[in-house]
C-alpha cells in the first residue's frame, strides 16, 4: 500500500496502474487458493454423503475409500496426471511436457478435480466392492482417464476446444467421467446381496440420513469454491465475476432441490429426503458447465429441471435396468452432468449474446455441446469398462459373500465405525 500512495504522491500513472495490476494478480491468486481448500472440503461431504446412504456395516470402508482418494488423487496428478492434461503437445506424446509438470495453486486446485471425479464411483458400488481392487481404479482414474480427456477442454489447444465445445467448470470433464465410470462399475460388481429378488426392486436404506443430508450441506458450501474458482481469479471474461458464478451456482443448487422435492411429492405422495438431497447436487451439476454463460433465470430453470430428471432417471436405472447404483451416483453426476452440458447450448448466453437454441444462438452451439458430451460419456464407458473388466478377470472386483454380509468394515480394515454396537446389519 505504501507503493502505491507513493505512486499517487508522483503522479506516476503507469506505475500506477502495474502495481494494481499486481494486487489484482494477488488476490486472484488467494480466490484460487481459497477455492482450492473448500473443493478439498468436498471430499468430507463425498465422505458423509456416501456412508450415510449405505449401511453402518460399510462406513469405514467409504471413509478409506475417500481418504484413499485425495492422497492417492495428490500424487498420482502431481507426477503424471497433470502432464498429461496441461503439458503442450509439442513437448511430447504421452506425456505432454514431462513429469511433475504442475506447480503452487493451480496444481492443487486442478488436484482437487481429479479427486473428485474418482469418489463419484466410490458410492455407487458400495458394500460390495474389494478394497484393493478400488485402490488400483483410483489410480488409473486420477492419473490417466480424467487428465486425457480433461485435456480435450482445459488444455487450450484440445480438439474439442478448437470446435468451441463449452465446459466451464466440469459437468462432462469432471462430473459426467466420474458419473459413467461409476454406471460402468455398478454393472461389472453386480448388485448388492438381496437388492433385487425375483422381480421386485428391495429397498437398502442408509444407515444415517443425517449424515447424508449434512453431506449435501458440505458439498453445497464446497461447490462455490469448485464453480467460482474455475474463473481463475477473481473477476473474469465477459464481465462475469467469480461473486456472480456463486450466486447462479447457489440459485440452480436449490431449484434442484426444490424440483426434486416436488416431484417425490407427486410421485411417492410423500417429500422423499434422500430423493431431494440428490436434487440439490443434481442443480449443482447442472449448472457446472455453464456457470459462467448462463443467466441466473437461466441457472435457476436448468437446476429445477435437473432435480426433476435425476428422480426419474434413478428410479429408471434401478427399476428398469436393474442396476445397483447404491446412492445415484450415475444419475447425478453422469446424466445430469449431460445435462448441464447441453443446457448451454439451449439457453446460454456469451457476454450480451445468446448462444442458444432458445435466444438466437441457433443450433450450432447445441450441436458442438452434444458432440462434447457423447465424447465424455464414451471415453469413461469404454476406459472405465476396459480397466474394471480386466480387474475383474484377474483380481476380482467383488468381496465374498460371507464378508458382504458381515460387512466391509471388519474384513477390509479391522475396524467398525460404530464400536460397541452390535452388528445387526444396518
Same mark, same amino acid.
Given at each position: 500500500m505504501n507503493v502505491i500512495y507513493t505512486t499517487i504522491q508522483n503522479n506516476d500513472a503507469s506505475s500506477l496502474a502495474i502495481e494494481l495490476g499486481k494486487i489484482k494478480e494477488d488476490l486472484g491468486m488467494l480466490w484460487m487458493l481459497l477455492s482450492a481448500i473448500l473443493v478439498f472440503f468436498m471430499q468430507a461431504g463425498f465422505t458423509l454423503v456416501e456412508s450415510g446412504m449405505t449401511r453402518s456395516k460399510n462406513a469405514v470402508n467409504i471413509a478409506m475409500k475417500n481418504l484413499l482418494d485425495i492422497c492417492v488423487g495428490s500424487l498420482t496428478y502431481w507426477i503424471i496426471g497433470y502432464s498429461l492434461m496441461y503439458g503442450k503437445t509439442s513437448n511430447g506424446y504421452f506425456f505432454w511436457g514431462g513429469l511433475f509438470l504442475g506447480e503452487g495453486v493451480d496444481l492443487l486446485f486442478q488436484t482437487m478435480f481429479a479427486a473428485t471425479a474418482a469418489t463419484i464411483v466410490s458410492?455407487?458400488?458400495?458394500?460390495?466392492?474389494?478394497?484393493?481392487?478400488? @485402490?488400483?481404479? /483410483? !489410480?488409473? #482414474?486420477? *492419473?490417466?482417464? $480424467?487428465? !486425457? /480427456?480433461?485435456?480435450?477442454?482445459?488444455?487450450? =489447444?484440445?480438439? &474439442?476446444?478448437?470446435?468451441?465445445?463449452i465446459d466451464f467448470a466440469g459437468s462432462s470433464v469432471v462430473h459426467s467421467v466420474g458419473g459413467w465410470a461409476a454406471l460402468v462399475a455398478a454393472i461389472l460388481v453386480g448388485p448388492r446381496i438381496g437388492k433385487f429378488v425375483g422381480n421386485k426392486v428391495i429397498p437398502i436404506p442408509g444407515h444415517n440420513q443425517i449424515l447424508a443430508t449434512l453431506g449435501v450441506f458440505i458439498l453445497w458450501f464446497g461447490w462455490f469454491g469448485f464453480n467460482g474458482g474455475s474463473q481463475l481469479a477473481w473477476g473474469g471474461q465477459d464481465a462475469i465475476s467469480a461473486s456472480n458464478i456463486v450466486l447462479i451456482t447457489n440459485l440452480s443448487a436449490a431449484a434442484g432441490g426444490l424440483g426434486a422435492l416436488i416431484t417425490t411429492w407427486i410421485w411417492y405422495g410423500k417429500p422423499h429426503l434422500a430423493q431431494t438431497l440428490n436434487g440439490a447436487l443434481a442443480g449443482l451439476v447442472s #449448472?457446472? *458447465?455453464?456457470?459462467? $454463460?448462463?443467466? =441466473?433465470?437461466?441457472?435457476?430453470l436448468a437446476g429445477l429441471i435437473g432435480g426433476v430428471l435425476v428422480v426419474f432417471s434413478i428410479e429408471f436405472i434401478e427399476k428398469k435396468l436393474?442396476?445397483?447404483?447404491?446412492?445415484? *451416483?450415475? /444419475? @447425478?453426476?453422469? @446424466?445430469?452432468?449431460?445435462?448441464?452440458? &447441453? @443446457?448451454?447450448? &439451449?439457453?446460454g448466453v456469451n457476454g450480451d449474446k445468446g448462444i442458444g437454441l432458445f435466444n438466437g444462438g441457433g443450433l450450432s452451439q447445441l450441436g458442438i455441446q452434444v458432440i462434447g458430451a457423447i465424447a465424455y460419456a464414451l471415453w469413461a464407458t469404454i476406459l472405465a469398462f476396459i480397466v474394471l473388466y480386466t480387474l475383474k478377470k484377474t483380481i476380482g472386483l467383488r468381496v465374498s459373500k460371507e464378508i458382504e454380509e458381515k460387512g466391509l468394515d471388519l474384513a477390509e480394515h479391522g475396524t467398525i465405525a460404530y464400536p460397541g454396537k452390535r452388528d445387526r446389519g444396518e
Open positions: 458410492g455407487a458400488i458400495a458394500g460390495r466392492t474389494k478394497y484393493s481392487t478400488y @485402490v488400483i481404479f /483410483s !489410480i488409473i #482414474i486420477t *492419473a490417466f482417464i $480424467y487428465p !486425457i /480427456s480433461g485435456g480435450w477442454q482445459w488444455q487450450g =489447444e484440445g480438439w &474439442l476446444t478448437k470446435i468451441g465445445f #449448472i457446472t *458447465a455453464g456457470c459462467s $454463460y448462463l443467466t =441466473e433465470t437461466g441457472a435457476a436393474r442396476i445397483d447404483d447404491a446412492i445415484g *451416483a450415475a /444419475s @447425478v453426476h453422469g @446424466v445430469v452432468g449431460i445435462w448441464g452440458t &447441453l @443446457v448451454i447450448g &439451449l439457453w
